[in-house]
């Protein structure tokens, strides 16, 4: 730690780690080991340690970010979709997000994905925010409920899943079909 510089409270150190989910927060590594925590904007430039400023890289991350290989807008943008998704969403429901952004060549609102009937409760959140609809399957049903269950985007959900897909790439030269 540089000369003068305060130690960061282990209070906030603990709740940067728990809104990454103890990884590493860029989503194409996610790893666990050698977590560090980053100064988004440079302590020099800063001179606090406030929970806004913080995040959870491991490394490797951390160094590509201090030598401007990874840009501060990704992390910035690494660091707004730790809060929209960790704050909020259960792991299931984070994991439904991050299939829509993954899997589909372009998310829309024709496109879902099945879930076990009566289960829907299980995407609860992204229902109450208006992300997603979960729709029954048709006819037949095992002790009154549907043996699956459609869950699909709304329209807000679409804008979402393409922030959320367009910030998992680090730079132009991903393509999209590699995250799959």
Avoid at 69 to 84: A, C, D, H, V, W
Avoid at 123 to 144: H, I, K, R
Avoid at 165 to 171: E, F, G, P, T, Y
């Amino acid at each position: 730690m540089p000369q003068g510089r305060p130690a960061i409270p282990v209070a906030l150190k603990r709740a940067v780690m728990e809104e990454a989910g103890y990884r590493c927060a860029v989503p194409q590594c996610r790893g666990t080991a050698a977590l560090e925590i980053a100064h988004i904007s440079p302590w020099s430039k800063v001179k606090e340690h406030s929970f806004e400023n913080l995040i959870v890289l491991c490394a490797v991350d951390h160094q590509r970010f201090d030598s401007n290989q990874i840009p501060r807008q990704s992390i910035e943008t690494f660091k707004s979709n730790l809060g929209l998704l960790r704050g909020r969403y259960s792991d299931p429901e984070r994991r439904i997000l991050e299939a829509f952004a993954r899997e589909l060549a372009e998310p829309t609102t024709e496109t879902g994905f099945p879930i076990p009937g009566g289960t829907s409760y299980t995407v609860m959140y992204l229902v109450q925010d208006g992300l997603v609809l979960v729709e029954p399957s048709l006819g037949l049903t095992l002790n009154g409920l549907p043996p699956w269950e459609l869950v699909l985007l709304t329209p807000k959900g679409v804008e979402v899943v393409t922030r959320l897909r367009s910030n998992m790439l680090l730079d132009d030269s991903v393509s999209p079909l590699d995250l799959v």
